[in-house]
């Protein structure tokens, strides 16, 4: 089988430079773990593509300096616990609005559009960690850690010559993208949890008629409490109730849909307009939003190689999640039609204990949510703070003022904007897009601009535009239905339903 040897100077513990060789196949790697040049053939796991040996990071100081300070990922995770991983990761508060988004495309519009979705996510994902695994490689450490800011910040300085100069920006623009993502997210949940509360009021004490902003102002005490919780041991502890709690309620609400018996097919809208189809556009791509989780997914597994495989990893988990949001849209839009609320758990019946017991559920799984949120929104920020605050006293109090301010922020635009299923429409438009469907194409491109055929190059670039495309026109229908909502004090498709 043809090798390729890669090599790179590494700035060593004790501050003297020395230089790795190892020969790397095109279906293994082989890890050099000192600085002797002896390569380990029993631990293996698959790179995706052979790279020159002449690479620009054994010559780059930036890149030097970058890869001298990251951490190595602890490669514990079975193949088993990473598939139940990324399965948990992606059944979010986006799986419940799917029937919402079938709403707004109509049955068979809706039934095209989420397995496009899904394909499309899947194969950004294949790209996203193929190129990952191919700048480790470059790097002569494939056990290096690297996150999404990091791996595209390594393409730029390993790339063509002419990208090296954008390395810095894009790094940084990855950054924001994920904060502004995470922040976003944090409001979603928290209005999320605002409408629950005031459906569940309002049926037991119907004469007090406080609309949403009051009820998520009543929600951020406890979403306070779980910011102020800053130790990610209890908050992913946490996140396993908040994982059972879904899927009991998940069960809980496919028995009522297929309870009585469904309406026929022709009782439903076939497509919608245009300005629908485009909100639901946003609304589906913000349901697909775990690309951000699979790059530590991949990296933790005991045996990567089992990752992306054609019945690997990726691929089963998002197949089994792109059938459950199918699933889950199409017969609960089948079952309730034009009355389907942002989130189809608020259609469970009001006066049935069971259906309080899950809705009081989700208001907690949604609170552990915002903590993990927030907590990941912190995150991005604490490594420029630690860079920036040299001082102890300094450094802890700005990073409890980021807390506050990311606390502070997700809650007022949880309170302005108000209206729930615009609210995710606008972030699957503006946000997930990006870091979904543009960054992984455009990554690829660098990656592998020296040896990519036309056909690659044609495929990735129309990605990038179909991107742009869905990112302009999602957004903007999503602004103005907000304009339209707040100007008429109306949705802006009039008789929807509303809580």
């Known amino acids: 089988m043809k090798q390729t040897v890669f090599s790179i100077d590494l700035i060593a513990e004790?501050?003297?430079?020395?230089?790795?060789?190892?020969?790397?196949?095109?279906?293994?790697?082989?890890?050099?773990?000192?600085?002797?040049?002896?390569?380990?053939?029993?631990?293996?796991?698959?790179?995706?593509?052979?790279?020159?040996?002449?690479?620009?990071?054994?010559?780059?100081?930036?890149?030097?300096?970058?890869?001298?300070?990251?951490?190595?990922?602890?490669?514990?995770?079975?193949?088993?616990?990473?598939?139940?991983?990324?399965?948990?990761?992606?059944?979010?508060?986006?799986?419940?609005?799917?029937?919402a988004a079938f709403k707004d495309a109509g049955l068979v519009g809706g039934s095209i559009g989420v397995p496009l979705m899904a394909l499309l996510s899947i194969h950004c994902m294949h790209m996203l960690v193929k190129c990952t695994e191919v700048l480790k490689s470059r790097c002569g450490d494939p056990d290096m850690a690297m996150d999404y800011s990091?791996?595209?910040?390594?393409?730029?300085?390993?790339?063509?010559?002419?990208?090296?100069?954008?390395?810095?920006?894009a790094k940084r623009t990855i950054k924001i993208s994920c904060f502004i993502k995470e922040v976003a997210f944090c409001s979603v949940f928290i209005l999320f949890a605002g409408y629950y509360l005031r459906q569940l009021v309002s049926y037991f004490y119907p004469e007090l008629e406080w609309t949403v902003r009051y009820w998520t102002a009543v929600m951020s005490i406890p979403a306070l409490a779980m910011a102020c919780i800053r130790n990610h041991e209890h908050l992913h502890t946490l996140s396993y109730l908040a994982s059972s709690i879904k899927a009991i309620s998940l069960v809980v609400l496919f028995v009522y849909i297929f309870k009585d018996d469904l309406p026929h097919i022709s009782e439903r809208p076939a497509f919608s307009v245009a300005a629908h189809l485009l909100l639901y556009y946003g609304t589906v791509i913000f349901a697909f939003e775990g690309v951000t989780q699979v790059l530590p997914l991949h990296d933790n597994m005991r045996t990567t190689r089992h990752f992306r495989k054609w019945n690997g990893v990726l691929n089963t988990g998002m197949v089994l999640i792109g059938c459950l949001y199918f699933t889950l849209g199409f017969y609960g839009y089948l079952k309730y039609g034009e009355a389907t609320y942002p989130s189809i758990t608020m259609n469970l019946p009001k006066d049935e204990i069971a259906c309080q017991v899950v809705k009081i559920g989700l208001i907690v799984a949604l609170l552990i949510n915002y903590g993990n949120q927030l907590h990941a929104a912190y995150e991005i920020t604490e490594p420029t703070i630690d860079?920036?605050?040299k001082?102890?006293?300094?450094?802890?109090?700005?990073?409890?003022?980021?807390?506050?301010?990311?606390?502070?922020?997700?809650?007022?635009?949880?309170?302005?904007?108000?209206?729930?299923?615009?609210?995710?429409?606008l972030t699957g438009a503006l946000t997930c897009t990006f870091l979904c469907l543009l960054f992984p194409p455009t990554l690829d491109i660098i990656t592998f601009w020296n040896y990519m055929g036309w056909f690659r190059l044609a495929k990735n670039i129309f990605i990038i535009l179909l991107s742009f495309a869905a990112f302009a026109s999602g957004t903007f229908a999503a602004v103005m239905a907000f304009e339209n909502y707040f100007v008429q004090e109306d949705f802006l498709y009039g008789d929807r339903a509303t809580t």
């Open 150 to 169: 990091q791996v595209i910040e390594t393409a730029c300085l390993t790339g063509p010559q002419k990208m090296a100069k954008f390395a810095t920006i």
């Open 14 to 99: 004790n501050g003297e430079n020395f230089k790795q060789d190892c020969p790397f196949d095109f279906d293994t790697k082989e890890e050099c773990r000192d600085a002797g040049n002896t390569c380990n053939p029993s631990e293996t796991t698959i790179i995706a593509q052979e790279t020159p040996a002449n690479s620009n990071c054994d010559i780059n100081p930036v890149l030097q300096r970058s890869i001298s300070s990251r951490s190595h990922y602890s490669n514990t995770l079975s193949t088993g616990r990473t598939l139940l991983y990324l399965i948990k990761g992606n059944l979010g508060a986006g799986l419940f609005a799917i029937p």
């Open 391 to 425: 001082k102890k006293g300094i450094r802890l109090f700005t990073k409890i003022g980021i807390r506050a301010l990311i606390f502070i922020t997700s809650v007022l635009v949880a309170l302005i904007t108000e209206n729930l299923e615009l609210l995710m429409s």
């Open 387 to 389: 860079r920036h605050c």
